[in-house]
Structure formats: structure tokens, C-alpha cells
């Protein structure tokens, strides 16, 4: 048994939510949300060489991964792997990047289910930025 870190009662040291106050993980000393987070210590150009981020903060907003090489749900990098991503290199759900793999993607150059490139792409449905806005102009 442990003190709260909140409300100071015995609890638990494996207690989810604490009895009395409801806070998340009573015994620990710290606590900042659910989910899996990693940081490389190596930096380049002041972001971490990898950041890895499934994270969710207490009040559930998303920790983004931002690094180098960058993986999680949301991620913003050089290289990027996520389900959102910015990116220079990305492969992700949804993407904006310079070079993009991705079912739904803005990019210069991409190869996409869905997307809009400014140089060259590849898809199913994908059109250039300049074809667009011609097709804007005419209308």
C-alpha cells in the first residue's frame, strides 16, 4: 500500500483510479497519460534521431511524434510513419510531404490512393496542383 499522490489515502500499488479522489494511477509518483512513448537521446538539428509516440496525455489529447525518424498515430518529422503525417519522407494514412506513400496525400512528388502532387504522382484518383487550379480558373 501507498499514499494517493493526490489525496494522500492508502491505496493500492496496482490501483487503476484511486478510490477516493479518482485520480489515474494513485501510486505513482507521476503519471502522464496512457499509451507508449520513446526518445531517442541522440538529437540532429535539436530533434530527437527517433520518436516513437502512441500517447494520449491525461485529458486524452494525442502525444505527436516529432523527431528525425518520426512513428505514431500523428507524427512530424524527416522521415515519417503514422496515420497523420508531415513530413519530408512520409508513409501514413493521411500526409502532407515532399515525398509521399499514402492512401490520401498532398505532396511534390507521391504515390497515393487518393492525392494532389506538385511534380509527379501515382493513384488511383490523384491530380496535379497546377490541373486543379486550371480546373478552378475555368469555372
Same mark, same amino acid.
Given at each position: ?65 516529432? /523527431? =528525425?525518424?518520426? @512513428?505514431? #498515430? +500523428? ?7 503514422? !496515420?497523420? *503525417?508531415? /513530413? =519530408?519522407?512520409? @508513409?501514413? #494514412? +493521411? ?7 499514402? !492512401?490520401? *496525400?498532398?505532396?511534390?512528388?507521391? @504515390?497515393? #490512393? ?26
Amino acid at each position: 500500500m501507498r499514499p494517493c499522490r493526490e489525496c494522500q489515502h492508502e491505496v493500492s500499488e496496482q490501483a487503476a483510479v484511486c478510490p477516493h479522489c479518482g485520480v489515474p494511477y494513485p501510486a505513482r509518483e507521476k503519471w502522464d497519460g496512457w499509451g507508449f512513448e520513446y526518445k531517442s537521446q541522440a538529437t540532429l538539428f535539436g530533434l530527437p534521431l527517433l520518436h516513437i509516440s502512441f500517447k494520449y496525455r491525461p485529458n486524452r489529447v494525442p502525444v505527436p511524434a516529432k /523527431g =528525425v525518424i518520426a @512513428i505514431g #498515430q +500523428f507524427a512530424c518529422g524527416l522521415f515519417t510513419f503514422s !496515420q497523420f *503525417g508531415l /513530413g =519530408v519522407v512520409s @508513409i501514413s #494514412q +493521411f500526409t502532407v510531404a515532399g515525398y509521399a506513400l499514402a !492512401q490520401i *496525400g498532398f505532396a511534390y512528388a507521391l @504515390i497515393a #490512393q487518393v492525392g494532389v502532387y506538385i511534380h509527379e504522382g501515382h493513384g488511383q484518383l490523384i491530380r496535379s496542383l497546377s490541373e486543379l487550379l486550371a480546373m478552378f480558373q475555368a469555372v
